[in-house]
């Protein structure tokens, strides 16, 4: 069964450019996690999803960061406009459903803004 | 205000020894622990979890083992293999509101195992 899946990789983008990530959650989940990390403040969930819904965005940083989930296998997070401290490597994961803990990771994106 | 935290950056284990991991938290309220492994320029592999209403969880070479008085929780690794190399990550969920399933992580400890 394929894991979560991210897009891209690597992204390397300039100052004030949007920038979008992309993931796609296991087949079946219905809870989907986004997360940074960086050395300073390790690994911080940004927002959550249960059922496409969002339930906490406490963790996005500024109105710069968006997130959304159009269907149960697909989420985007937007940087606009992007800024050389949102460089890092943003991890989407997904959970099988509220009544489970465990998450399960994407490869990441590792974003950099120049 | 770090609720989760792995005081040791970093382990160094010879190959067959066990390798101890320690984990402390703050919140009263998390009721669930889990352990992540981590490669470089991978995500977090899910490892072994514990809930609040045990002691002690064992799978083939790791064993979690949580001390809720001290609120303190340690991974054991035995017997060490080279292949256990990798950024270990404690992480603690907490029932309750928006704060059910979410996790909150540890800064993380190197874990070493030389051959």
């Known amino acids: 069964d394929a894991g979560v899946i991210q897009s891209p990789r690597h992204e390397v983008t300039e100052m004030g450019q949007e920038v979008t990530l992309r993931c796609k959650p296991i087949?079946?989940?219905?809870?989907l996690f986004w997360y940074r990390q960086t050395m300073m403040r390790g690994l911080e969930l940004l927002i959550y999803f249960n059922n496409n819904v969002p339930i906490d965005d406490s963790g996005m940083p500024e109105d710069r960061f968006s997130a959304k989930m159009p269907n149960a296998s697909f989420s985007t997070l937007k940087i606009q406009p992007s800024e050389p401290r949102d460089s890092a490597v943003y991890f989407c994961?997904?959970?099988?459903?509220?009544?489970?803990?465990?998450?399960?990771f994407g490869p990441g994106t590792r974003l950099t803004v120049l | 205000d770090q609720q989760v935290k792995q005081n040791s950056p970093s382990l160094s284990v010879q190959e067959g020894r066990i390798s101890i991991l320690n984990c402390d938290y703050t919140n009263s309220m998390f009721d669930y622990f889990l352990w992540y492994k981590k490669y470089p320029a991978e995500g977090p592999t899910f490892l072994i979890s514990i809930s609040s209403i045990k002691d002690k969880n064992e799978d083939g070479r790791f064993t979690v083992f949580l001390n809720k008085s001290a609120k303190h929780l340690s991974l054991h690794i035995v017997p060490s293999q080279p292949g256990d190399s990798a950024v270990y990550f404690c992480?603690?969920?907490?029932?309750?509101?928006?704060?059910?399933?979410?996790?909150?992580f540890g800064q993380g400890t190197i874990l070493t195992v030389h051959p």
């Open positions: 994961a997904s959970r099988r459903g509220q009544g489970y803990n465990e998450q399960f």
């Open positions: 992480a603690a969920s907490g029932a309750g509101g928006t704060s059910y399933g979410k996790l909150t």
């Open positions: 087949s079946g989940h219905n809870s």
